[in-house]
């Protein structure tokens, strides 16, 4: 009887302010583990190189391959070493057949 008499004098708003907040939380979770970050390694590297060609900031090599500077030069030697690791890429590929699928006994 005690318990009945208490159940009846709790607040249940608090209750479902919490249940609410924790669904609205389990939303925002969900939301953030399918958000894939990106990230190219190649194209660091490529502007740390062309910065240092040229003594300039990697920021500035940036700037100009978004198009908010023009540099010939720097865009130039850029697309130069792109171009030209594209092309080696390529070629190892070529000489090197990779089937993921098909495994090897040694």
């Known amino acids: 009887m ?8 709790l607040d249940y708003s608090k209750f479902i302010r919490i249940y ?5 939380e389990l939303k925002c ?3 953030k583990e399918h958000k ?3 990230h190219d390694a190649q194209k660091t590297w490529i502007v740390k ?8 900031s990697e920021r500035f090599v940036y700037m100009v391959i978004n198009g908010e500077k023009d540099n ?5 030697s850029y697309m130069d070493i792109l171009q030209g690791s594209n ?12 089937n993921p699928k098909q495994t090897t006994a040694a």
């Open 72 to 76: 010939e030069a720097i865009f130039n």
């Open 2 to 9: 005690w318990i009945i008499k208490n159940l009846q004098n």
């Open 20 to 24: 609410l907040f924790s669904i609205s």
């Open 87 to 98: 092309d080696l890429v390529k070629a190892v590929e070529e000489l090197v057949p990779f």
């Open 49 to 56: 190189k062309v910065a240092g060609m040229y003594k300039v």
């Open 29 to 31: 979770m969900e939301k």
């Open 36 to 38: 894939a970050i990106s």
